[in-house]
């Protein structure tokens, strides 16, 4: 059996912890694009950064474990992800919302 390797996967991410104001969103955005995933992340109004990402499943594992650590001055929580469904609104990059 052949695998598709090029399938693409979309998955939803909502950090906790102390990850606004410290530069959470910026950096993760910045490891999405250096893993070749397209999509967005935001803060939300209960302190909480959430977005969704996509590509190949490789490249968001490493996403997931990078959000377990984060940038330096963010202190994690908890991280909850799942596979979602493909928004058809993501573009061919990384953005901050």
Known sequence: MIQD????T???????????????????RDAARGLGLSGWVR???????????LGQAGPL???VAWLHE???AAQ???V???D??????????????
């Open 5 to 8: 390797t090029q399938r693409q």
């Open 10 to 28: 979309c998955r939803g991410f909502v950090v906790s912890g102390r990850v606004q104001g410290v530069g959470f969103r910026a950096a993760t």
């Open 43 to 53: 803060n939300r109004s209960d302190g909480c950064v959430e977005g969704v990402a």
């Open 61 to 63: 594992d490493k996403l």
């Open 70 to 72: 984060g940038p330096g």
């Open 76 to 78: 994690v929580e908890s």
């Open 80 to 82: 909850w992800y799942s």
């Open 84 to 97: 979602a469904v493909e928004d058809q609104t993501l573009g061919s990059g990384f953005e901050i919302r």
